[in-house]
């Protein structure tokens, strides 16, 4: 069923402008040009209002809910949040397309009543104009989710958790011929729609596929110092992205195979018991509170048998490299991790 839907998603934008194009004929030039204004009005309009009722809606715990069940539980809050919000966006503009669209069609009636129906091919060429405008409009949502939906896709297979099956056909939309035509217009307009949903979400999975290596060490072996060090581009990266912005180290450790960074970097089961609550505030805390190239070039350094910053610079780099939380312990994080070469998680 699914299929089938999409099939007839992908001619949608060529019946749009036939039908344009045939009522802009039949109707002439005053009237294919009323209603071609009023036709964009509806569409600049709807890109206006859809943020705004988007954001109540998603309000309502009921259809937060009904969302957030149809994708994937083992992903971060953020992205679960940022694609179900995406999706009530894009299901909402095309609902107010289509309430708005016969109200614009009635009012340019009324102003064009009495108008005869004179220059046609001009009328015509009106119509198709406004057409291509309205197909341009409404293959907005419809390529920007689907492209969230390929970059989802990336980010499963890289966490080892492929899509669901009933997902799948929402990643290959994009690779047909109409869709591909449409793509440069509307998937920047999506984002816009959307608060740079489809933007987040391919950073996300590139920052991923750029770190394969290290993370499917992570999701075979768990967290070792060793693999540590090479995280800070991969954090960094994603302590970047707005989509991300309260994602904490608790949801990271969840996104990497439910391992805990903070204490394998702090000694794993040798860890000082006088740093649980350190340990508890650095998972607590958000990635962007971090500095993670300064702390994993710290971890680096002091569990390397060269190292090559004296203890007072590798102090100095994690004061700015850590949050302002655990400020007090960096003496203590960094005997921890000094001690933690060799003795895992």
Not at 62 to 74: C, E, G, M, R, T
Not at 272 to 282: A, S, V
């Amino acid at each position: 069923m699914i299929n089938l839907i999409l099939e007839v998603l992908i001619f949608l934008p060529i019946v749009i402008i036939a039908v344009g194009l045939l009522v802009g004929l039949l109707r002439g030039t005053k009237k294919s040009f009323v209603r071609m204004i009023t036709m964009i009005s509806v569409v600049l309009l709807t890109f206006i209002v859809t943020p705004f009722i988007a954001d109540g809606l998603y309000n309502l715990a009921f259809i937060q809910d009904l969302l957030k069940n149809s994708l994937p539980s083992n992903l971060p809050p953020d992205i679960v949040h940022a694609v179900a919000k995406g999706i009530l966006s894009a299901v909402l503009f095309l609902v107010l397309i289509l309430i708005l669209l016969p109200i614009s069609f009635v009012i340019s009636r009324i102003f064009t009543k009495k108008a005869m129906h004179k220059g046609r091919l001009i009328g015509g060429a009106i119509g198709l104009v406004g057409a291509v405008v309205l197909s341009f409009a409404v293959m907005t949502p419809i390529n920007g989710l689907m492209v969230c939906f390929n970059s989802l896709e990336t980010i499963m297979n890289e966490l080892n958790h492929p899509l669901p099956e009933s997902l799948k056909p929402l990643t290959t939309y994009n690779n047909k011929v109409i869709p591909g035509i449409y793509a440069p217009i509307t998937n920047p307009l999506f984002n816009i729609l959307t608060h740079d949903l489809e933007g987040d979400m391919a950073q996300i999975a590139k920052s991923l596929e750029d770190n394969h290596d290290t993370i499917q060490e992570i999701l075979a072996s768990g967290f070792t110092p060793d693999n540590i060090k090479n995280l800070g581009p991969l954090l960094d990266s994603l302590a970047s992205i707005n989509m991300l912005g309260n994602m904490t180290i608790n949801d990271l450790n969840n996104l990497l195979g439910g391992g805990d960074m903070m204490k394998s970097m702090l000694g794993g089961t040798n860890m000082p018991p006088e740093l649980q609550t350190t340990l508890d505030n650095l998972n607590n805390a958000k990635l962007s509170d971090f500095n993670f190239t300064a702390l994993t070039n710290v971890v680096a350094d002091a569990t390397s048998s060269n190292p090559q910053m004296t203890d007072q610079q590798m102090l100095d780099a994690l004061q700015t490299a850590l949050p302002p939380s655990v400020s007090s312990d960096t003496q203590n994080i960094l005997d921890a991790i000094k001690n933690s070469q060799n003795q895992g998680a």
